[in-house]
Structures are given as structure tokens and as C-alpha cells.
């Protein structure tokens, strides 16, 4: 088990407020047992930020289950951890400042905080007439969109790209056959992907396997194929929410024109 530096330096307050603060979480809710605890305006949960001295380990311990379950990571044994929360641990201040961004965008998006503000936002609207609904449609999906945006950190996974217009919330199980707005609104639900491989996947030309390789629909033209640049496409980072989805659009993968079943068909 590793000690914590309690009381914490001068130097360590500094760096660990500075962490927290050009990472999102600005409201400072006091020092504990040699823990920092801090809370965001505007993502949910509590982190609280520790170390054993000024050269290392550096600590972070996250209070949103959701999140820790996203980040992927081995979880640490310290002295006296905060609460429910799971704790990590890094070697440089810079692998720090990386989790808590990556922590403060997860927390923007989990578990349901874009379910959240789409009920605050359409409270009072009216669904009556198909205009209406649309109204309603359209705010939910400017919500999904800005979700996945943080959730995906601006960039399709596939091919890199980060220029806002050049790319597209691609809903997984489309909005029209979702069960519920929490599954419209769940970015478990949804890729955000440059405006080609979302034509693609809309269209049921490519999918995903549950580890994350492309599948591609045997109408897939090979010139197509290429200009997605699909055999050199790594795998997609996937969640067990992303996998229940995508059950559902595998089926939707166009069948070969020449015969009388689908087939699906694994690139390499």
C-alpha cells in the first residue's frame, strides 16, 4: 500500500489545483487525509487528487462509477482513499493532466447527463403536431451530437479527422427506432464519425464487430472500400453499451445483390 505526503506541500497543493483547474474541475471543496477534492459546474461526479512526493506517484481517485469504468485503467492501493471512490495512480504530472481531461469529457456525457438536459430543455414543448416533434427531434439530437463530440474528444476514431464539419453523430440504433429518449440519448448509442463512414454505416455498407473491427457488406464496391481505407482501419475502443447496439445494426448490413441471403462479410 502506498503512503500519501499528508500534510501536502506547498509545491504538491500547487500542481494538483493547477491539474484540476486547467482540466475542468474548479469548484475547490478543501483538503482531507492528504486528498484534494474538487467538483465541476458543468460534469457530474467528485474527483479528489493526492501524491507521495513532489517527483511521484501522482494520484487521482474518481468518484463516478460510470467514468471508471470508461477509463480502463488498473486501480491503485493507497492510504486512506476517498470514499466510494476507485484511484489510480501516474508516474509524471502529464499523464495526470491526460486522465483528467479524459475523466472531465466522460463526466460531461455519463451516464446520462445528455438525457438530463434534453428532458430540461423539452419540459415544456409541445409534441402535438409533426413539426412539433421535429422541434423536439432537433434539440435532442444538437444534444447527442455536442455528447459525443466530448465523448469521442472531437475526433472520428476511424480516420482522425477533427474538423466539426466534417463530421456526423451516426446513431447506432436510429432515433425513429430507439425504445426510449434515454436511448436516443445515450452515446453508448452513437459514433462519431467524418461524413464518408457515416454515409457508409447509415446505409448499412459497414458495421463493427464487438471488437470493434469493421465489418463490410458485401455491396460494398471495392473502390469504395478503398477510399475508406478500410484494410488499414484499427479497431474501434468499444463498451459493452456500444456492443448491445450494434447487435441491432448488424443486421442492417446490406446483403450481396447476387443472392438470396445476407452475408456479412469480415474485412481483414
Known amino acids: 500500500m502506498i503512503s500519501l505526503q499528508a500534510p501536502l506541500s506547498f509545491v504538491i497543493r500547487t500542481e494538483l489545483q493547477k491539474a484540476a483547474f486547467d482540466n475542468g474541475f474548479r469548484i475547490d471543496l478543501g483538503a482531507n487525509s492528504g486528498w484534494l477534492h474538487y467538483r465541476s459546474t458543468t460534469a457530474q461526479g467528485d474527483i479528489w487528487l493526492s501524491a507521495a512526493s513532489k517527483e511521484g506517484p501522482w494520484f487521482v481517485a474518481v468518484g463516478l462509477a460510470s467514468v471508471v469504468t470508461e477509463l480502463g485503467l488498473s486501480p491503485e492501493t493507497v492510504a486512506s482513499p476517498p470514499g466510494e471512490a ?3 495512480s501516474f508516474r509524471t504530472l502529464n499523464e495526470l493532466h491526460d486522465v483528467l481531461d479524459r475523466t472531465y469529457r466522460l463526466a460531461l456525457s455519463l451516464p446520462d447527463a445528455p438525457l438530463k438536459e434534453f428532458l430540461a430543455k423539452t419540459e415544456s414543448a409541445l409534441r402535438t403536431t409533426e413539426s412539433e416533434r421535429l422541434v423536439v427531434q432537433r434539440v435532442g439530437q444538437d444534444i447527442f451530437r455536442q455528447a459525443l463530440m466530448k465523448y469521442w474528444n472531437g475526433r472520428c ?4 479527422i477533427t474538423d466539426p464539419a466534417l463530421l456526423r453523430a ?11 429518449d434515454a436511448q436516443r440519448l445515450d452515446v453508448h448509442n452513437g459514433l462519431l464519425l467524418s461524413a464518408l463512414w457515416d454515409a457508409a454505416f447509415d446505409a448499412g455498407l459497414v458495421s463493427f464487430d464487438d471488437d470493434g473491427r469493421v465489418l463490410r457488406s458485401p455491396a460494398l464496391s471495392p473502390a469504395a472500400a478503398a477510399r475508406l481505407e478500410i484494410e488499414s482501419t484499427n479497431p474501434l475502443r468499444l463498451t459493452d453499451g456500444h456492443r448491445a447496439n450494434l447487435v441491432q445494426h448488424r443486421a442492417r448490413l446490406v446483403p450481396d445483390p447476387g443472392l438470396q441471403t445476407p452475408m456479412n462479410t469480415l474485412c481483414p
Open 86 to 88: 476507485t484511484v489510480f
Open 170 to 180: 451516426s446513431h447506432i440504433v436510429p432515433w425513429s427506432e430507439c425504445e426510449s
Open 157 to 160: 476514431p476511424l480516420t482522425g
